[in-house]
């Protein structure tokens, strides 16, 4: 070994500045580099070492809402099993599939990363049920878990996020408008439906629910076999349109092959008969739950409350951020009955 080479370190430091630099060098034109973010709320001295996108993603990795995730339902509710999905494995899932978006298209992966790390952080106990569940007591425009996930991390566990991720989080469901603002968001879109897709598919077929014979043809024809065939499918057919398109798009043919997949998986799975008895009783538990806490304000806690809120806000804040379990304990603890039959699997 020459005196050169042995006297060379075995590591090389990248502070923040390089990073902002790589960044500046290698990202498509339509990726949003962190130093060209448009900041926090309230300023603050930037890191050492991490892009404020990095930084918004640790600080989202350590909240106690994405903690709770794991305990959460993603679409059955209480399976008998320890392989189906929840919110939790559906967010690392998601997050995986935006960051390999994004790397391909040469996006920010750590904003995309951010984004689908915080992007279901306001759900309900019992998955989407919780939506239903809570919008009558928002005349006004109901409750979505959307806004809720944006809600958390500016009022309940405030953690200064970037605007960016705000924004990407505020409008990774396709029906909120207006739609996000960065490319990095729309990977985070379809990440979303992609993994939802995918893993709800595989747990059904796990359940006994589904066959691999019974989904529509032209997805098979499509995308291959149920599992990583889809994933794997999906996520070229993405690359390809958007890198034509010059934005993150599906092109017309697949999206609606998609969309073929989205509409059985409603009619066989989300809104099935089985499906929708469960999702009956979730309702009703939260709404207990929640005329409950109406009642009786002075039984919620003093953490996860923003006492600024109006009650109904504070009461919504505090039933939407329970587990399932814990949900269904405290059900038990003030009503004296369990509030759900047997588990959906």
């Avoid at 500046?24 to 300023?43: C, D, K, N, T, Y």
């Avoid at 991720?165 to 739609?179: E, L, N, Q």
């Avoid at 008895?277 to 939260?286: D, K, L, N, T």
């Amino acid at each position: 070994m020459s005196e050169a080479a042995g006297s060379r370190r075995a590591f090389v430091r990248r502070r923040r500045g390089d990073r902002e630099r790589d960044e500046a060098e290698r990202l498509a034109p339509a990726a949003v580099p962190a130093a060209a973010s448009r900041g926090r709320a309230r300023p603050e001295p930037p890191d050492e070492y991490r892009t404020a996108f990095e930084r918004d993603r640790d600080r989202i990795l350590h909240s106690k809402a994405f903690r709770r995730l794991k305990h959460k339902t993603q679409v059955f509710i209480d399976p008998e099993g320890d392989h189906y999905v929840t919110r939790l494995t559906h967010t690392i899932q998601v997050t995986q599939i935006a960051r390999a978006l994004a790397a391909a298209l040469s996006l920010n992966e750590s904003l995309a990363e951010a984004v689908a790390l915080g992007h279901d952080v306001g759900h309900s106990p019992f998955g989407h049920t919780g939506e239903e569940a809570l919008s009558p007591y928002f005349p006004n425009g109901g409750w979505h878990h959307a806004a809720q996930s944006v809600r958390v991390f500016e009022a309940l566990e405030d953690l200064n996020l970037s605007w960016e991720v705000r924004d990407g989080i505020r409008a990774h469901s396709w029906k909120i408008t207006p739609p996000p603002t960065t490319q990095e968001a729309f990977c985070v879109r379809y990440a979303d439906r992609i993994a939802y897709l995918t893993h709800d598919a595989l747990d059904a077929m796990r359940g006994g629910l589904l066959t691999e014979d019974d989904f529509p043809a032209a997805v098979s024809a499509r995308f291959g076999q149920p599992g990583r065939a889809w994933i794997g499918g999906m996520i070229g057919a993405l690359i390809d349109s958007s890198i034509d398109a010059g934005e993150v798009r599906m092109d017309a043919a697949d999206l609606a092959v998609m969309n073929q997949l989205r509409d059985f998986m409603f009619q066989r799975i989300y809104l099935g008969p089985v499906q929708q008895r469960h999702q009956r009783e979730a309702i009703e538990v939260i709404r207990r739950l929640v005329d409950h806490h109406l009642l009786l304000p002075d039984e919620l806690p003093a953490s996860f409350r923003e006492t600024d809120a109006d009650l109904v806000t504070q009461v919504a804040d505090y039933v939407a951020g329970m587990t399932d379990r814990f949900a269904l304990a405290t059900h038990e603890r003030i009503f004296g009955t369990p509030g759900m039959a047997d588990p959906l699997l």
